[in-house]
């Protein structure tokens, strides 16, 4: 049975979190955006970047997944930009915080409670991995502006927060061959990844390096 655990106003619009069972679902204006079911793909868009010292960007904080990962492949730093407040409240002293071990109370976490656009406009902070997992990925965003992180102008913002070598890993609840396309024509080293899921297409990631 499916229990309404708080439902508020959030910055994009309505915000509900359910549970089913053991596990927790997040919805926005009606639209199913995350659970802590599986996570999988949330932790593989980490580990499959982040080395031991790493200074690492993740935008959006979800229900923590891809925080957990980070921390436990050994980040050196990890800055979170999340908009929503009570994802973070959720998150950090809320029923969440079970699924990834109050993770926010680590210190090498800080958590930045903006919109990434917002914040992207006006950072000069650089790392060595930028993990982006906004919406529902590049063409299924379900907040109206969500889809500049993922054009032309988008990645190459993203791409100068990049340290030399360094990393952008970027997940989506699906294929998105357009994306693809304009990746690949911005790094020149591009790796593709799917991952099964338990029902539906697989969710894909990337991994691209200057």
């Not at 359910?18 to 009606?30: K, L, P, S, T």
């Not at 999988?40 to 990962?69: K, N, P, Q, Y």
């Not at 071990?101 to 930045?112: F, I, N, Q």
């Not at 927060?161 to 061959?177: H, I, K, Q, T, Y």
């Amino acid at each position: 049975m499916v229990e309404v655990v708080e439902t508020v106003a959030g910055r994009g619009g309505e915000l509900v979190l359910r549970r089913d069972g053991e596990a927790y679902e997040v919805i926005e204006n009606g639209v199913f955006l995350m659970d802590t079911r599986n996570g999988e793909s949330e932790r593989l868009l980490v580990t499959g970047a982040v080395t031991a010292g790493a200074s690492v960007l993740i935008g959006g904080l979800g229900v923590g997944f891809s925080l957990r990962a980070a921390l436990d492949a050994g980040a050196g730093s990890i800055v979170v930009v999340e908009r929503e407040p009570a994802v973070i409240a959720w998150n950090r002293s809320g029923p969440l915080r079970t699924v990834h071990g109050e993770s926010l109370a680590d210190p090498r976490v800080t958590v930045v409670e903006v919109d990434l656009l917002t914040w992207l406009a006006s950072t000069s902070d650089r790392f060595d991995v930028v993990c982006l997992d906004i919406d529902n990925g590049p063409e299924w965003t379900v907040t109206e502006g969500n889809a500049r992180l993922y054009s032309v102008e988008g990645l190459t913002r993203l791409s100068s927060l990049l340290n030399a070598g360094g990393v952008l890993a970027v997940w989506s609840a699906g294929a998105a061959p357009a994306f693809t396309s304009r990746l690949r024509a911005h790094f020149g080293d591009v790796r593709e990844v799917p991952v099964e899921v338990p029902r539906g297409e697989p969710d894909v990631l990337w991994f691209a390096r200057n």
